[in-house]
């Protein structure tokens, strides 16, 4: 491997500072499961590491008990969300998405911004936080800004980050009573692979237990980036939740997706999947609420 | 370039120079001589290089070494006592057939060794679970899932 000189600030303003005095030749660096693997191959040929391991407040996992919001690190491996009962019980999608991420030789290590920031169009990590309405908190030289975790994406392998940009955590709102939600990585293997097609479904009820309050459907490797079926959110909300209108959702969903033939599957295997897997996560969802009840 | 880092590595206390660029394997098998952890594919694909870092599983080929500065490590060679004798989980592996080439084995046996310490009741879904990350060519898994739940309950401890 290539040799590099690595540095471990203890503060997100000490790293960007680095950062901008070599600001050609650095790299920032999390868990470093992707990073070491493009310095290894020679894809990445950085002078200087800046790693995000000792920036304390990147690594807390905290709910707040006034707001009720829940505040995920960059720096939060993917083992510890896997680990955290509240994620399990409160926020299953998270855990679903998560406890399938590479290995858990990878999930001790990697961390799950570095999986926002990577931004492959499979992105595990993201399609729950998207479902969560997330928001990200972006840390620069001019200062922070906050952007929806949705918009952090531009292209494959692209987010709006800037230079020197450090995503410092992601911000859940507190979630809404009777609120269901699920995905499903599906593929081959669930380890060390990329899903065929990754489906996140949030379903959220009135009081009745039957009408819809608020539905996010968001699909992984659907588009170039994690997309959200807006028609199918736009057909559940409002209307009374059964397993006919799941189908119907299903349809629409696979039809605004925009997924295309690759190495792992073909456009019409996808576009079918999409479809039964909305149905099913849809369930699921239900299935959640109505156990808390 | 080079960053002095303490650590310890199978219950001793170690203090060296490395260079910021070597992986812990790179540090372990090359420095070391400690060759019982496999370098497979160097990717982070196969688990072959398996180590314990702070009683979690971790893949050595895509950790800094310089990561490693005042962490506890444990390796393949820190399992079998000063006499000798085998590890449960290495003496389980032999007697049911968990081994045949050999490779993934330090790999195989440090990954259940974690989930053992952490989980010593582990049932079969949560042993594939963890050993999902390393990949054995030879066994079709099963002899190793059994090598493992024979010595279940024990905590994967070497008492």
Redesign the interface.
């Known amino acids: 491997m290539k040799a590099f000189k690595y540095v471990s600030p203890t503060t997100v303003e000490q790293a960007i500072d680095f950062h901008g005095q070599h600001s050609e030749t650095a790299r920032y660096i999390g868990g470093g499961t992707d990073v070491i693997v493009k310095v290894k191959e020679g894809w990445s040929e950085p002078d200087y590491l800046i790693s995000l391991k000792k920036i304390e407040e990147m690594s807390e996992l905290h709910k707040n008990d006034a707001t009720q919001e829940l505040s995920i690190g960059a720096m939060v491996t993917h083992a510890t969300l896997e680990k955290s009962l509240m994620i399990r019980n409160e926020y299953p999608i998270i855990y679903d998405a998560v406890s399938n991420i590479g290995s858990l030789q990878v999930r001790n290590v990697g961390t799950i911004g570095g999986n926002l920031i990577n931004a492959v169009p499979s992105a595990d990590g993201a399609i729950p936080l998207i479902a969560l309405d997330g928001m990200a908190l972006l840390h620069g030289p001019d200062g922070e800004r906050s952007v929806e975790v949705k918009d952090l994406f531009v292209a494959p392998y692209k987010t709006i980050l800037k230079p020197r940009e450090i995503l410092k955590k992601i911000t859940l709102p507190p979630l809404a009573p009777h609120t269901g939600s699920a995905y499903i990585k599906f593929g081959r293997r669930a380890a060390m692979e990329l899903p065929l097609i990754g489906v996140g479904v949030l379903l959220t009820l009135e009081d009745d237990l039957a009408t819809c309050a608020k539905a996010r459907i968001c699909l992984g490797v659907a588009a170039p980036v994690p997309m959200r079926a807006f028609d199918a959110e736009k057909l559940l909300a409002g209307k009374k939740i059964n397993e006919e209108i799941l189908i119907e959702a299903g349809k629409i969903a696979a039809d605004e997706s925009k997924v295309r033939d690759s190495i792992r599957g073909k456009a019409w295997h996808r576009k079918e999947m999409i479809r039964v897997q909305v149905r099913r996560m849809g369930l699921k969802c239900l299935e959640i609420i109505k156990d808390k009840n | 370039?080079t960053?002095n880092i303490s650590f310890s590595l199978n219950g001793d206390e170690i203090s060296y120079d490395v260079?910021?660029?070597w992986?812990l394997l790179h540090l372990l098998r090359e420095k070391m001589g400690l060759i019982g952890t496999k370098e497979g594919c160097?990717?982070?694909?196969c688990?072959a290089c398996?180590v314990i870092v702070d009683k979690?599983?971790?893949?050595s080929c895509?950790?800094?070494a310089?990561?490693v500065d005042g962490k506890t490590i444990e390796t393949i060679e820190g399992l079998a006592s000063t006499e000798g004798s085998l590890h449960p989980l290495q003496q389980s592996f032999v007697d049911n057939g968990g081994i045949q080439c050999g490779f993934c084995t330090p790999g195989m046996i440090m990954?259940s060794k974690a989930l053992l310490d952490e989980n010593p009741d582990a049932d079969r879904e949560e042993i594939k679970?963890?050993l999902?990350?390393?990949?054995c060519r030879c066994t079709g898994y099963i002899q190793i899932f059994e090598s493992v739940e024979a010595v279940k309950g024990m905590g994967g401890q070497n008492e």
């Open positions: 370039m960053t260079k910021d660029h992986t160097g990717n982070g694909e688990g398996t979690l599983a971790i893949n895509l950790y800094l310089v990561e990954s679970h963890a999902a990350g390393n990949i």
